[in-house]
């Protein structure tokens, strides 16, 4: 069991697939302040604790920025916690932050680092952040060294799915062995946005395959979230992320959310059934009570037309049988 706590929305990048901008802006028209006090992100941690958590993932915004970066994770360790900190890693290729991580126990914290191309200007234009790509790829060599678990995290777009497959190739190459390959979630996207980044799943098929048979050979662990199992060839099925939220909710690990500011925690596993969309033909597909569809603006944008419901029993007593 994990809580997710969201400690501010400050980010020294600018992505153009970041779901949390609209409400960054919101928040920054309104003067409201983007970042929670380190007394306040202390007491979610200590809640998370009390309530028998084992885990608490560190994410923004940015949580490297915080000069009370390195106090969170020690804290989260010493009441027994395991921390994931997700992170663009920028911060985290300098020697001043590496120096204070070292004293931490490494079993206790991994690092999930969002690396979105091999290529660094295919990767700057993402996060609309010069020299981005040189550092995020110094703080996973350096971590590395430290002995710090890493996992990679790639959010699919117009600009990069492309190069999915030479990306993930790059990250084995960095030592990074599990990676998660996200469908951008692009709720509240203005229509030019949503033009720029989202491609429909359509046209990623044939590089999602080509990248997921070459990881597969290279042993990597890859997971694709919000990539509906009918835009992918059966083959790559394993790789459907679905499966382990399912596994999620029948044995009741729930993850929730602490958002800055809120007192309340948000039940992810309720919270994105309710963000995504299924169509009708989905009754019709044997793996319905798996697949959790597609996010609801994809279907706003580009309606249900792509999807086809799977019926074929053999293709999946064959994927079930080697789950
Ligand atoms: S349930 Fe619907 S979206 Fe999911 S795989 Fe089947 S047809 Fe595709």
């Not at 890859?222 to 009918?230: R, S």
Request: charged share 25%.
């Amino acid at each position: 069991m994990h809580t997710d706590i969201k400690v501010g929305l400050s980010c020294n990048n600018a992505c153009i697939h970041c779901i949390m901008a609209p409400v960054q802006e919101m928040m920054l028209a309104e003067g409201c302040n983007l970042d929670e006090s380190l007394d306040a992100v202390k007491g979610k941690i200590r809640v998370a604790a009390g309530n028998g958590y084992k885990q608490v993932v560190l994410t923004g915004g940015e949580v490297t920025l915080r000069d009370d970066f390195v106090d969170l994770v020690a804290y989260a360790v010493s009441l027994g916690l395991r921390v994931t900190v997700q992170t663009n890693g920028r911060r985290l290729s300098r020697q001043s932050v590496l120096d204070r991580l070292k004293n931490i126990e490494n079993t206790q914290v991994e690092f999930v680092i969002a690396y979105h191309s091999d290529n660094a200007v295919v990767h700057d234009r993402i996060t609309r952040r010069k020299g981005s790509h040189a550092q995020t790829m110094s703080a996973i060599k350096l971590l590395k060294v430290l002995d710090f678990e890493i996992s990679g995290k790639i959010v699919l777009s117009l600009a990069n799915y492309e190069r999915l497959e030479d990306t993930l190739v790059s990250l084995e190459e960095l030592g990074v062995h599990d990676v998660i390959v996200a469908f951008p979630h692009a709720e509240e996207f203005s229509p030019e946005r949503f033009a720029q980044v989202v491609p429909t799943y359509t046209m990623i098929s044939e590089s999602l395959h080509e990248a997921l048979q070459r990881a597969r050979s290279l042993k990597m662990q890859v997971l694709c979230e919000t990539i509906p199992f009918c835009s992918m060839r059966k083959e790559d099925w394993h790789a459907n992320l679905d499966i382990f939220h399912s596994l999620q909710k029948v044995e009741r690990l729930k993850p929730v959310i602490a958002m800055p500011g809120r007192e309340d925690l948000i039940d992810w596993n309720f919270m994105r059934g309710k963000i995504k969309s299924k169509g009708h033909q989905c009754t019709s597909c044997l793996l319905d009570r798996l697949c959790e569809g597609p996010w609801q603006e994809y279907i706003e944008h580009f309606g249900f037309a792509e999807f086809s419901p799977i019926e074929d029993t053999d293709s999946i007593e064959n994927f079930i049988m080697n789950l």
